[in-house]
């Protein structure tokens, strides 16, 4: 099995909401990231857990917050977004942390639209 | 800091036609190069890989050769298929560092 799901597929969430992303894969890999992608334009990353911690935030605001509860699944939770922070958002794995620990598996993504 | 450069698209081809898809990079080291796809509607896959210099990654049909002395890792393929129809991601990497640098993506499409 090498594939990475997330839930829901599309989300609609107005400016007050709190909602959850989800991810899970179950391949045993080590890493886990979240890539926020706009519109024609590249994936840009947001968080790595490695081996279940926290290993790197890109300066992202504090209204989403990660969570990776145990090897298999990862969170992402939103509150209080903007507008602006409409975009696919990504959800990848890999047997280890960096390029050299394999392959980056990419989920379908969540299509988010914050109005 | 690194840089990843590919060409403008969108790039319209007839089927069975000969792709090649530029990409330079700018990076201190000996980084790994990548190409991943992104088909409509789906996350990212990777094509292929070279984790050195003059290396060649191939999959599917495709190939890219590593080349130190011009930056480049070019995108190549002999003969495209309606199904190449995808946006294409040039990266580069480090050993032990999570992060990749993409390129702006290049949309190819296929023409029967």
């Known amino acids: 099995d090498t594939e990475v799901t997330q839930t829901p597929k599309h989300l609609v969430m107005g400016m007050t909401n709190k909602k959850s992303l989800k991810c899970e894969q179950h391949m045993g890999h080590r890493a886990m990231y979240w890539y926020k992608q706009k519109a024609k334009k590249p994936p840009e990353l947001m968080f790595v857990y490695s081996y279940e911690k926290l290993s790197i935030n890109e300066s992202v605001p504090s209204r989403f917050s990660p969570e990776c509860p145990n090897s298999s699944l990862l969170n992402l939770h939103l509150h209080a977004l903007q507008p602006e922070d409409s975009a696919l958002y990504l959800c990848a794995s890999s047997q280890d942390p960096g390029p050299e620990g394999g392959e980056q598996y990419f989920g379908p993504g969540t299509r988010l639209t914050v109005t | 800091g690194n840089s990843v450069t590919q060409m403008e698209g969108p790039v319209t081809l007839s089927e069975e036609a000969f792709l090649t898809i530029n990409c330079t990079y700018t990076?201190?080291?000996?980084?790994?190069l990548f190409w991943y796809v992104q088909y409509p509607g789906e996350g990212l896959q990777l094509l292929l890989k070279?984790?050195?210099?003059?290396d060649k990654g191939s999959n599917k049909g495709f190939e890219a050769t590593y080349r130190k002395e011009t930056t480049s890792f070019h995108l190549e393929k002999g003969s495209v298929q309606v199904s190449d129809s995808a946006v294409y991601f040039c990266?580069?990497?480090?050993?032990?560092?999570?992060?990749?640098?993409f390129g702006t993506g290049t949309r190819l499409t296929i023409i029967p």
């Open positions: 070279a984790t050195k210099a003059d």
């Open positions: 990266a580069l990497g480090y050993f032990g560092n999570e992060k990749l640098t």
């Open positions: 990076a201190t080291g000996y980084p790994s």
